[in-house]
T-cell receptor, first 113, second 114 residues
Framework: SQQGEEDPQALSIQEGENATMNCSYK?????LQWYRQNSGRGLVHLILIRSNEREKHSGRLRVTLDTSKKSSSLLITASRAADTASYFCATSAGGTSYGKLTFGQGTILTVHP | AAGVIQSPRHLIKEKRETATLKCYPI?????VYWYQQGPGQDPQFLIS???????DKGSIPDRFSAQQFSDYHSELNMSSLELGDSALYFC?????????????FGPGTRLLVL
């Protein structure tokens, strides 16, 4: 990936457990978004956090952003088998980049029933 | 709610052939982005359009061209196809091109070059 790394690359947990995925990036950003992708399918937008925000919640999702460390984390609480997918962070630099997204390498999450 | 539509969903081509991928953004969305995702890779930005003008350009080969039409749909034209062009091609749309604007992705076109 041109932007950074996601950690871990793969995560396997049991239903009901929490899943935490981390994302690091290299350049200044305007916002960071998390997407979910089921095997070989489209990207589904999960949540967007702006560079001046530190934490955001949406249902079972909690996203944090630390611009000083250039990192973000996605927490999925009380995971379900249906959460099994790949999760990507994507950053937007703003300015002349006009919203293009730079993706991280993704974390493959497997939730066992 | 209406989503981004891409056609075709699957495409098989021979080397050196051409391919045209189409994208229909969400109604009222004026910005379209194209991304390429190789097997096991993260999506890579190719090109974007805002109000029918090219807005930004990424790692798009010279063999590829794209445009956005008056009805805001976009087409990605790929010529002299190579085996390495086999990938999932996503189109995304948003309202306005500045940040932060959520990009909504289509289901993708899976291109296989033989």
């Amino acid at each position: 990936s041109q932007q950074g790394e996601e950690d871990p690359q793969a995560l396997s947990i049991q239903e009901g457990e929490n899943a935490t995925m981390n994302c690091s990036y290299k350049t200044s950003i305007n916002n960071l978004q998390w997407y979910r992708q089921n095997s070989g399918r489209g990207l589904v937008h999960l949540i967007l956090i702006r560079s001046n925000e530190r934490e955001k919640h949406s249902g079972r999702l909690r996203v944090t952003l630390d611009t000083s460390k250039k990192s973000s984390s996605l927490l999925i609480t009380a995971s379900r088998a249906a959460d099994t997918a790949s999760y990507f962070c994507a950053t937007s630099a703003g300015g002349t980049s006009y919203g293009k997204l730079t993706f991280g390498q993704g974390t493959i999450l497997t939730v066992h029933p | 709610a209406a989503g981004v539509i891409q056609s075709p969903r699957h495409l098989i081509k021979e080397k050196r052939e051409t391919a045209t991928l189409k994208c229909y953004p969400i109604p009222r969305h004026d910005t379209v982005y194209w991304y390429q995702q190789g097997p096991g890779q993260d999506p890579q930005f190719l090109i974007s359009f805002y109000e029918k003008m090219q807005s930004d350009k990424g790692s798009i080969p010279d063999r590829f061209s794209a445009q956005q039409f008056s009805d805001y749909h976009s087409e990605l034209n790929m010529s002299s196809l190579e085996l390495g062009d086999s990938a999932l091609y996503f189109c995304a749309s948003s309202l306005g091109r500045g940040s932060p604007e959520t990009q909504y992705f289509g289901p993708g076109t899976r291109l296989l070059v033989l």
